[in-house]
């Protein structure tokens, strides 16, 4: 991987180079230096602090005061190790008090701090200068006074440091070799090929999601024997870490992540070619923000602040995955953008700690993906998952981030006992972005736990509108969505067999009704499915209904007790809970015509034999309990009643409106 960061650097330093008008030795310079605007409102696309430069003039004596220009940091050598040291002479000065009202520091010790780290810089130089505290501290509190944040930088007669040939090669030199991590040996360069003295210099540390904290390459110090660099390819990685941050991050499920393409030679001379785009991505998203999305399922803060005058809601960047897709099919439509791409999935901080790494993305599985998330959306807004299901479908993006929020534990609900999940976020949408699927066994043991610790925390709740089962219609929505991506990848780009077919009014119920009926939901393809789900729809006749009419007995239990924290079996679902359902339908008055239709198909499905396992017969249940509503008004119209007269009670979601 570290060749193709590389080539990527090499070619996005061409093109900048020639947007720029600069020298190849500028673009290195510049990238290699960090920003002095860090402030998160920056990135928001909002307005960010200013910053100015107050250049400290060792020959002459004088401080004096500029703004910050951001498009020339090569000239400012601001950067620092990772042991907090400055590597060029130039330090952030921050005055601006915190949440609290108060400096961390005080203006002197601020000041004194960032003189002493110049210091130690123009010593790593060989440089010196007439920078003794006393006379330098008050100069600059008296040139900063109505400042809040400063880069202090040490010239020398008129002249900054990036301006000095010197200072440019030491800096490059100590920000490439400088770090204490980077050892040295005589080797075989992993990038160029070339022989001589290669070194540990990679500004990354590899590791995998499964065993946070252990490196595939060994022990930190021997990784120049497993990854070997020279000078000159160790400085275009740094570049390429510079890159990575402000042209290649992005978000994927949630996580922070960056795209990392394979490109063709020479990619950065060629019109319309991606590394174009990427930089007229940039360019053209710098400054805005979108809303960020408020998914369903989104967890509550724990105590919400009531909101003032003057707040703004959350932004995101818009998401550069999310766009790639997009534009795949229009951009790309001649060229392909990359021969193949990497999602590096990273852990943020000072060295950047690589967790998870999707491999071999083609341009023809984008499209393929983009059909996908287009077919699925299109089939949620005819309510295949029902009236309520239907809002899903503008949260199913390409930078799934429905994945992240469906694929986690809710805050309570999680039993130790029920262990760690198989899968992550980051191994769901490999499998869909890859055609390389899951085992299907073990996704739907992942996703009954998510079920059974969904069902756990809001049975435990004391929300009284959220009820059982609009929180597991939620979840047992974003598992069927993930399963069809994940499984029915063919089905769903053919865009026919999984069509909506409009109810028949007043012709009965029959067996091309099931089979229409179940068809567009996809996962309902075998009889023993279809019982299970068609129990599930009995059973959120009878809940809704001692729910809603408050119609259970002193002392009786409710139907949902049964359920057992949702660990029933398959057998239990049908030898003891669906005898029991037939049983209370009609104590609570409740079996109408299109309720025994159910119940016949239910045992006519039961009756026919078939593998389930346990996990996709809750699974079923789960699917059947949410769509019980629109499964009973569709046999009732196809029976001949108006609609939603079968049903009798209003949907989970009108009541509960209806209750606030």
Not at 202 to 227: C, H, Q
Not at 294 to 303: G, Q, R
Request: glycine letters at 8%; proline letters at 5%.
């Amino acid at each position: 991987m570290i060749a193709t960061l590389v080539q990527v650097a090499k070619e996005l330093a061409r093109y900048e180079g020639g947007k720029r008008g600069w020298t190849p030795e500028q673009v290195v310079l510049h990238r290699l230096c960090e920003s002095a605007i860090k402030d998160k409102s920056a990135i928001k696309g909002k307005e960010a602090p200013k910053v100015k430069v107050a250049a400290i003039d060792l020959a002459t004596g004088v401080v004096r005061l500029e703004d910050y220009k951001d498009e020339e940091r090569y000239k400012y050598l601001h950067a620092l190790s990772t042991g907090n040291t400055a590597i060029g002479p130039s330090w952030l000065l921050d005055f601006r008090k915190t949440k609290g009202g108060n400096p961390k520091k005080t203006r002197e010790e601020i000041i004194r701090t960032g003189l002493r780290k110049i210091r130690e810089a123009l010593t790593s130089f060989q440089e010196s200068g007439n920078l003794s505290p006393d006379d330098w501290e008050k100069k600059l509190d008296e040139a900063t006074q109505n400042e809040s944040l400063i880069l202090a930088v040490a010239v020398q007669s008129g002249k900054m440091p990036g301006e000095r040939e010197e200072f440019r090669n030491g800096f490059i030199r100590k920000k490439i070799l400088g770090e204490r991590r980077a050892k040295k040996g005589a080797s075989r360069c992993a990038v160029c090929g070339s022989e001589g003295q290669v070194s540990s210099a990679i500004p990354f540390r590899f590791f995998t999601v499964e065993k946070l904290g252990f490196s595939p390459m060994g022990r930190e110090v021997d990784l120049w024997k497993y990854a070997p660099v020279c000078e000159e390819c160790a400085k275009w990685l740094y570049v390429a870490e510079s890159y990575f941050e402000e042209n290649l991050s992005t978000k994927v499920a949630g996580k922070n992540t960056y795209l990392l393409p394979d490109l063709e030679p020479g990619a950065s001379e060629v019109e319309g070619s991606f590394v174009r785009f990427l930089w007229e991505w940039r360019e053209s998203t710098k400054g805005k923000a979108v809303p960020e999305d408020h998914f369903p399922i989104a967890e509550k803060p724990k105590k919400a602040r009531s909101k003032r005058a003057g707040d703004v809601e959350v932004d995101s960047l818009p998401n550069l995955f999310e766009g790639l897709v997009e534009e795949i099919d229009e951009r790309f439509k001649d060229k392909p953008p990359f021969r193949s791409a990497s999602l590096v999935f990273y852990q943020p901080g000072q060295k950047f700690i690589f967790l998870y790494t999707i491999s071999d993305i083609l341009p023809i599985n984008l499209r393929r993906t983009k059909e996908r998330l287009r077919a699925l959306r299109e089939m949620l807004r005819n309510e295949v998952l029902g009236v309520e299901g239907s809002s899903l479908a503008q949260w199913l993006k390409a930078d799934f981030e429905f994945v992240g929020r469906a694929w986690k534990w809710p805050r309570r609900g999680r039993d130790e006992t029920q262990g760690a999940l198989k899968f992550s976020p980051m191994h769901l949408v490999e499998a869909i972005l890859t055609d390389r699927p899951l085992p299907e066994c073990e996704f739907w043991q992942d996703a009954d736990g998510l079920l059974r610790a969904t069902y756990q925390e809001t049975i435990s709740s004391k929300d009284q509108k959220r009820t059982v089962q609009m929180a597991l219609a939620e979840r047992a929505r974003y598992i069927w969505t993930i399963w069809a991506l994940i499984y029915c990848s063919e089905l769903l780009e053919g865009g026919t067999n999984g069509t909506m077919q409009p109810t028949p009014t007043g012709q009965g119920v029959n067996e091309q009704f099931w089979e229409d009926f179940f068809r567009p939901r996809l996962f309902l393809d075998s009889p023993a499915k279809r019982a299970a789900f068609l129990v599930g729809v009995l059973f959120g006749r009878v809940e809704g209904k001692q729910r809603s009419e408050r119609q259970s007995k002193a002392g009786e239990m409710p139907i949902i007790s049964r359920l057992r924290g949702l660990t029933v079996s398959r057998g239990e679902i049908m030898a003891k809970i669906f005898p029991e359902l037939m049983l209370k339908l009609r104590q609570l008055d409740a079996n109408t015509q299109a309720i025994q239709v159910i119940q016949q198909a239910a045992a006519d499905f039961a009756s026919q034999s078939g593998e389930l396992s346990d996990e996709e017969a809750r699974f079923c249940f789960c699917l059947g309990w949410a769509l019980s509503w629109t499964t009973v008004d569709a046999v009732g119209k196809t029976l001949g009643a108006p609609a939603g007269e079968e049903a009798e009670e209003a949907s989970p979601e009108e009541e509960i409106e209806g209750e606030s």
